[in-house]
């Protein structure tokens, strides 16, 4: 069972640049999340989606942005890449209803430098 | 706003002893209150749920208690063993103000249990 994929698993940045996070789900949740967590500390969303086309924001989501055209894909984009942005980011999703169970992708450890 | 604190942020004990986490949070209206499992370099898995009716839940050796009066959870874990060695995590779903249907995060106790 794939449950919640997340790609890369590392990556390297230069201050500026951009890229994507993919995440993507097989069991058919409509909701999902993207959290970032620095070491030490808990998690801290960044935006999530309540089914495809819906997408809003969490508590950190500036240098943040996200999209939701199918229920299976919620890609985090970011642009211009800054120190701060050194984190581990994880997905989630849960099948419907915001009392359910949230499940987790591996992270992506990301380092901008 | 939400706020979650776990204590203590680090435990170490031998194998066999039984061991409580503690999560407090200072908004009482939540839907519930989840415990996480983290293990390094992984994501999180959900060890148990506590809806906001209820006082505990249990699975295996975890125990989980919640008392929403005092803004207090606690995760039991019985007759500790090496594998239980990971961060745990504690979330409030919130059920008002403007984290409505979102988690909130307490930072995590590592736990490590040796042989």
């Known amino acids: 069972n794939a449950g919640v994929t997340q790609t890369p698993k590392f990556r390297i940045l230069k201050i500026g640049q951009s890229m994507t996070l993919q995440c993507t789900q097989d069991?058919?949740?409509?909701?999902m999340y993207w959290y970032r967590q620095d070491p030490g500390m808990g998690l801290k969303l960044i935006y999530y989606?309540?089914?495809?086309?819906?997408?809003d924001k969490g508590e950190v989501p500036n240098g943040y942005n996200v999209s939701r055209s199918t229920t299976e894909d919620f890609p985090l984009r970011l642009e211009l890449a800054a120190p701060s942005q050194t984190s581990v980011y994880f997905c989630?999703?849960?099948?419907?209803?915001?009392?359910?169970?949230?499940?987790f992708g591996a992270g992506t450890r990301l380092s901008v430098l | 706003k939400q706020e979650v604190t776990q204590i203590p942020a680090a435990l170490s004990v031998p194998e066999g002893e039984n061991l409580v986490l503690n999560c407090s949070f200072t908004?009482?209206?939540?839907?519930?209150l989840q415990w996480f499992r983290q293990d390094p370099g992984k994501g999180l898995t959900s060890l148990l749920l506590?809806?906001?009716?209820?006082r505990e839940q249990t699975s295996g050796r975890l125990n989980a208690s919640l008392d929403k009066s005092s803004g207090r959870s606690t995760l039991y874990i019985a007759a500790s063993q090496p594998g239980d060695s990971a961060t745990y995590l504690c979330?409030?779903?919130?059920?008002?103000?403007?984290?409505?249907?979102?988690?909130?995060f307490g930072q995590g106790t590592i736990l490590t249990v040796h042989p």
């Open positions: 979330a409030a779903l919130n059920a008002g103000g403007t984290s409505y249907g979102k988690l909130t």
């Open positions: 989606s309540v089914g495809a086309g819906i997408t």
């Open positions: 989630a999703s849960a099948v419907g209803g915001a009392k359910n169970i949230q499940y």
């Open positions: 069991m058919n949740h409509n909701y």
């Open positions: 506590i809806q906001s009716s209820q």
């Open positions: 908004d009482s209206a939540i839907y519930n």
